[in-house]
């Protein structure tokens, strides 16, 4: 009976040993097979590199939204980019610089003469400008800022051309002097603007100007009787606020005023501008006066712009529905840019920032909407994408807040 247990136990062991031997043995053989299967059909893809994700379009690979959303040394700035990087070396010191001026009807030949001796602003005045006159006193304002005052209030534009010269001139000369890249420059600025006003839409933001001037009060002299420019400049000295006026015909005179004890500079203004069809609104460095009329007007544009502005984003919304195929190994931004662009046969214009993102884009071209692209394009850089004007728009989001005057 032992010699019965000893063999049986040997049998069993012998049984696991080869169990384990023929299972290494068909394991190799099966995974040898699916080598081959792999070498010859190609019929199953090996596990692509982890920065490959699925989606409609197939194997996607792109750059990370960090490293994406960098500048490229390597890229050459667009020829807009080349106008932009001008313009700015110019302004710099315009824009570093904060003014304190009184001007009591000086001639620009003699105002900006003084910015250029006393600042070290430098600006050319064509021939028609320089005879203009102007009133004009801030404190610590911003000089860039005050070249747009003084330019609106005289009626007059201001421009950087190709040789990087600021020139103060007649709106209708601005073609002629107007350097190549001008004018793309200056709808880029537009849209911009727009396109901010969009995101800002039913949003109230009132100006800290607005509070400076309900908590201020005005204390100040008896004002005699005086035409409207008079009172206005009375106001601008001992209230230290700027003030830009709408052009108007025939200006109405202000009956001499006593500030009342305590009086707000809001309430004095109210109190002199009101009675004579006149108000104001209030911006981030200015007070606009213009008449009621003018502000009625206004008003309806602003309706009317919103009801533009709602039928627009409809049809951007509709226009982005298309199907396109775009698509493509190693694409920048701006070949992706251009390429969604001719898909689409819309021109396309390219900020000087997103022109130069380091983001890479591959992905199989195949058709699907225009808006898939635009989600594709997103996820590696910050990107605008606005269809305006029969135009495909790529902005930088972090340029949004630029003025569309500087």
Known sequence: MKRLWAILALTAAVSVVLFFVL??????????????????????????????????????????????????????????????????????????????????????????????????????????????????????????????????????????????????????????????????????QGTRAAVLADRNAGVVHEPALARKLRDTAIAARQIRETDLQGFLEFVMQVAEVNIVTRPVENPPRVPTMTPLEGESVDSFLRRGLEPLGFTFTVTDDSVIVLTRDQLDAEKKETSAREDERKGRLDAERQFFKKPVTVGGDDMSLRDLAEALGRALEVPVVIDPTSWRRAARYSFKPIEQPAEEVIRILKKSAPVVVTYRDGKLWFLAPEELHLSAEH
């Open 23 to 188: 299972r290494a043995r068909f394991a190799k053989d099966e995974v040898a097979e699916e080598g081959e299967k792999e070498k010859g059909s190609g019929a199953k893809a090996k596990k692509g590199p982890s920065d490959f994700a699925k989606s409609k379009a197939g194997l996607i690979r792109q750059s990370d939204l960090e490293s994406g959303s960098k500048i490229d040394p390597e890229a050459t700035p667009s020829g807009l980019g080349e106008y932009v990087a001008l313009r700015e070396k110019t302004l710099d010191k315009w824009k570093k610089t904060k003014l304190t001026v009184e001007w009591e009807d000086l001639s620009l030949a003699e105002a900006f003469g003084e910015l250029a001796t006393r600042f070290g602003l430098d600006a050319r005045l064509d021939p028609a400008a320089a005879s203009v006159s102007c009133t004009f006193r801030v404190d610590e304002l911003e000089a860039i800022a005050a070249l747009d005052l003084v330019t609106r209030m005289a009626d007059l534009a201001w421009i950087v051309n190709q040789a990087g010269e600021l020139w103060v001139l007649p709106k209708d000369k601005l073609t002629a002097y107007a350097p190549a890249g001008y004018f793309d420059f200056a709808d880029l």
